[in-house]
């Protein structure tokens, strides 16, 4: 699939600024289902990641909660209606979290072409197959 982050999935997500979508195709009589997401790295505190996701039925990503140290937490003030809250959208990321690169066949994580650390426009193909320009891929260890 095109833009698909095939490898270091979690360095991907956490290059301080991860856009991407979670696809999951269809099986059987089930419609496949995708989320777009938005992680951030603070600028305060390097272990924190500020997580964005469309409200249920909202287009635009809000913000949900964030990961520190690897576990999800709830945003204690949410600035949109509370019972919006894509609890389904938080649970997939906190799989996709657990999961990394071992994710079955029929997800997939994609990226819009752009680095998750710096946000350049990714040009070679190991760049594209990891979602990071070469020299972000340096940068960026594993969280
Ligand atoms: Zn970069």
């Given at each position: 699939?095109?833009?698909?982050?095939?490898?270091?999935?979690?360095?991907?997500?956490?290059?301080?600024?991860?856009?991407?979508?979670?696809?999951?195709?269809?099986?059987?009589?089930?419609?496949?289902?995708?989320?777009?997401?938005?992680?951030?790295?603070?600028?305060?505190?390097?272990?924190?990641?500020?997580?964005?996701?469309?409200?249920?039925?909202?287009?635009?990503?809000?913000?949900?909660?964030?990961?520190?140290?690897?576990?999800?937490?709830?945003?204690?003030?949410?600035?949109?209606?509370p019972a919006l809250y894509n609890e389904k959208a938080v649970i997939a990321l906190q799989w996709l979290l657990v999961?990394?690169?071992?994710?079955?066949?029929?997800?997939?994580?994609?990226?819009?072409?752009?680095?998750?650390?710096?946000?350049?426009?990714?040009?070679?193909?190991?760049?594209?197959?990891?979602?990071?320009?070469?020299?972000?891929?340096?940068?960026?260890?594993?969280?």
């Amino acid at each position: 699939m095109e833009n698909e982050v095939h490898e270091r999935v979690k360095d991907f997500l956490f290059g301080g600024n991860a856009c991407f979508t979670l696809l999951q195709e269809g099986t059987g009589c089930k419609e496949s289902v995708s989320v777009r997401y938005r992680i951030v790295q603070s600028k305060d505190n390097k272990n924190m990641y500020f997580v964005y996701t469309n409200p249920i039925g909202e287009k635009e990503l809000k913000y949900h909660g964030y990961i520190f140290k690897g576990s999800f937490k709830k945003a204690k003030n949410l600035k949109f209606n509370p019972a919006l809250y894509n609890e389904k959208a938080v649970i997939a990321l906190q799989w996709l979290l657990v999961k990394g690169d071992n994710l079955p066949r029929i997800v997939h994580v994609l990226h819009d072409g752009k680095c998750s650390r710096c946000g350049r426009k990714l040009k070679d193909v190991e760049s594209l197959r990891c979602g990071l320009g070469p020299e972000c891929r340096k940068k960026v260890g594993r969280v």
